[in-house]
């Protein structure tokens, strides 16, 4: 009977250390899988960039087109402040191209958050 009994164990530690080894494999692949869907594509990245000049420019004439007819100095304002937008909106396009716009604000807690997870999933699967 003590032989009989002791085969069981291999075999359950023998399949717990597999299992062990599939989970590990399947999870590496969901992360792997996750950081790839977590990359925006060329195309995203372009129409972010589209979107950034257009809705600066649009903010900085608007708000120069209000002051001008505000103060009435008609088109000072509205000059200043659609090269102002101009400006605005390609130094946003050139933080995004940097990837600087991920190293303050949301974009950073969101980081942080993602990395403390994937730790602590780690730490689990040791």
């Known amino acids: 009977m003590n032989a009989t009994q002791a085969m069981p164990k291999q075999d359950d530690q023998s399949s717990l250390a597999s299992v062990g080894a599939r989970l590990k494999a399947a999870r ?31 903010v900085g004439g608007g708000i120069g087109y209000g002051l001008d007819r505000w103060l009435d100095t008609r088109p000072v304002l509205l000059l200043i402040m659609l090269l102002l937008g101009i400006t605005a909106g390609l130094t946003n396009i050139y933080r995004m191209t940097q990837g600087l716009d991920q190293s303050v604000g949301i974009g950073r807690a969101i980081r942080e958050a993602e990395t403390k997870e994937n730790r602590q999933m780690e730490g689990k699967e040791r």
Do not use: F, T
């Open 28 to 58: 590496g692949r969901q992360l792997g899988a996750e950081s790839r869907k977590s990359q925006p594509s060329a195309m995203g990245h372009g129409m972010r960039a589209g979107v950034e000049l257009i809705a600066a420019v649009m």
